[in-house]
């Protein structure tokens, strides 16, 4: 059955800190790896990863594929109290089906 | 439109109702998904529509669910006879292409059956 697993579930950091979040898989016919903020309700795309070992970088935030160890991170520095928020990472397949596969999400709080 | 819009923003139904969620993509976008959030959980594939087409539903959890998208533009999820466990938020998704991607959500229905 295909899977994503995120770590920690959770995390509370200090303004300043730099923060990393995990993100494993198992799944059939991968195709690419997603990471997107969710702040309230709406999830926002922030990358999009198909190729191990190309960082992708939006200020403060980066990300970076592993697809023979079957995971990615997701950094975070200097963190701002804007970027609390529960990040999702997902995984798309190939073929017909055109659905993400989502983990449960981390859950982050950065306090001033 | 300039983002996804999704209506109602809560809906509380008593169990039994039926009920229906609207969502309006982004204007042009030939790709619609309905994802199902629970407390704490990521995101779940409900349906995927292509256009007008509904080219998967192997998400939806029962015959009790229903999507349809009849011009390629607005999408209904109807849930009829609503149960507890349809408790969740309904989040509506578009993308251009389709792929199914990156995609742009709605900020959501907050479904609470009592």
């Known amino acids: 059955e295909d899977k994503v697993v995120q770590s920690p579930l959770s995390l509370v950091v200090h303004e300043g800190d730099t923060v990393t979040l995990n993100c494993s898989y198992e799944v059939t016919n991968f195709r690419s790896l997603l990471w997107y903020k969710q702040e309230k309700k709406a999830p926002t795309f922030l990358f999009m990863l198909?190729?191990?070992?190309i960082e992708k970088k939006s200020g403060r935030l980066s990300s970076i594929l592993d697809k023979k160890e079957l995971f990615s991170i997701l950094n975070i520095t200097a963190t701002q109290t804007g970027d609390s928020a529960v990040y999702l990472c997902?995984?798309?397949?190939?073929?017909?089906?055109?659905?993400?596969?989502f983990g449960t999400g981390t859950l982050l709080a950065v306090q001033p | 439109g300039a983002g996804v819009s999704q209506s109602p923003r809560y809906k509380v139904a008593k169990r039994g109702q039926d009920v229906a969620l609207r969502c309006d993509p982004i204007?042009?976008?030939?790709?619609l998904f309905w994802y199902q959030q629970a407390l704490g959980q990521g995101p779940e594939f409900l349906t995927y529509?292509?256009?007008?087409?509904?080219?998967?539903k192997s998400g939806l959890p029962s015959d009790r669910f229903f999507a349809e998208r009849p011009e390629g533009s607005v999408s209904t999820l109807k849930i009829q006879r609503t149960q507890q466990e349809d408790s969740a938020v309904y989040l509506c998704?578009?993308?251009?292409?389709?792929?199914?991607?990156?995609?742009?959500f709605g900020s959501g229905t907050q479904l609470s059956v009592l």
């Open positions: 997902a995984v798309s397949r190939g073929g017909a089906t055109n659905k993400l596969i």
């Open positions: 998704a578009s993308s251009s292409g389709g792929s199914g991607e990156k995609l742009f």
């Open positions: 529509f292509q256009n007008e087409a509904q080219l998967d």
């Open positions: 204007s042009g976008h030939v790709s």
């Open positions: 198909t190729s191990s070992g």
